[in-house]
């Protein structure tokens, strides 16, 4: 008698397992996708201010002093 119930009460057992499981997996799932979406928009904000910086180094490295005035300190 006790062999008919044990494979019963492991089915049971697998069948509940399996959907606490699917629960957990699916509330996985949503998890990553935020991730996923989080790191998205975190590497378009990156790249935004990477270009930002860029153009600050572009206008950085301009020369702003006309070549026909003296350099300040300059002997005269």
Known sequence: ???SLGPKQGKTSA???????AGEVQAL???ITD???SVDLLEKE?????GKLRDI?????IDITPA???TPGAAQ
């Open 1 to 3: 008698m006790l062999a």
């Open 15 to 21: 069948v509940a397992g399996g959907t606490y499981y």
């Open 29 to 31: 799932t949503k998890e």
């Open 35 to 37: 991730l996923k979406l």
């Open 46 to 50: 990156r790249d935004f201010y990477f």
């Open 57 to 61: 180094e572009g206008i950085d490295s």
């Open 68 to 70: 026909s005035s003296p």
